[in-house]
T-cell receptor, first 111, second 110 residues
Framework: SQTIHQWPATLVQPVGSPLSLECTVEGTSNPNLYWYRQAAGRGLQLLFYSVGIGQISSEVPQNLSASRPQDRQFILSSKKLLLSDSGFYLC??????????FGSGTRLTVV | ELKVEQNPLFLSMQEGKNYTIYCNYSTTSDRLYWYRQDPGKSLESLFVLLSNGAVKQEGRLMASLDTKARLSTLHITAAVHDLSATYFCAVDLNNNDMRFGAGTRLTVKP
């Protein structure tokens, strides 16, 4: 069966510090991978998606970036965090026509 | 531009009552999904609706899809406190490109 792992679960970072969130999928090959952000009490904002290794599409211009160094690995990064980057970050995968499966999420607080 | 509109956005209901959440979308699609999100948690898949007229039921929740009307409903029967959560619908455009509604925050009160 397919599983998705996302870490860390929580993160408190100072403004201006770098960020790296990781997401890996097991039990499937060539999944579509997604990064979403959710502000407190709000809906989902699609940040990046990837249909293959090295293929990244950005939905919203910002100081975040994403990379897909391996088929089942998706990384969200920032060189310098802003206060506005705080939120709940969710990784998801799809590939079988049954919608998205989400990771457990990372709650990022920038202080 | 694709729009996925849920209503209501906030719903407070008493235990034992029935209610329906609506999800309207503005483009052609025959795949729609419902998710549940508990506070501070990730999204959990509830229903996968893959064709016009599809109806799925799980416990006190029942979801349906009318692709001609571009409408999906999530019906709650005899609500209980454990159903308190935020519910999202999502429309599958194609090739696993999905768009989410804003979510309906449901609170069930005793």
């Amino acid at each position: 069966s397919q599983t998705i792992h996302q870490w860390p679960a929580t993160l408190v970072q100072p403004v201006g510090s770098p960020l790296s969130l990781e997401c890996t999928v097991e039990g499937t090959s060539n999944p579509n991978l997604y990064w979403y952000r959710q502000a407190a009490g709000r809906g989902l904002q699609l940040l990046f998606y990837s249909v293959g290794i090295g293929q990244i599409s950005s939905e919203v211009p910002q100081n975040l970036s994403a990379s897909r160094p391996q088929d089942r690995q998706f990384i969200l990064s920032s060189k310098k965090l802003l206060l506005s980057d705080s939120g709940f970050y969710l990784c998801a995968w799809s590939g079988q026509g049954y919608g998205y499966t989400f990771g457990s999420g990372t709650r990022l607080t920038v202080v | 531009e694709l729009k996925v509109e849920q209503n209501p956005l906030f719903l407070s209901m008493q235990e034992g009552k029935n209610y329906t959440i609506y999800c309207n979308y503005s483009t052609t699609s025959d795949r729609l999904y419902w998710y549940r999100q508990d506070p501070g948690k990730s999204l959990e898949s509830l229903f996968v609706l893959l064709s016009n007229g599809a109806v799925k039921q799980e416990g006190r929740l029942m979801a349906s899809l009318d692709t001609k009307a571009r409408l999906s409903t999530l019906h709650i029967t005899a609500a209980v406190h454990d159903l308190s959560a935020t519910y999202f619908c999502a429309v599958d455009l194609n090739n696993n490109d999905m768009r989410f509604g804003a979510g309906t925050r449901l609170t069930v009160k005793p």
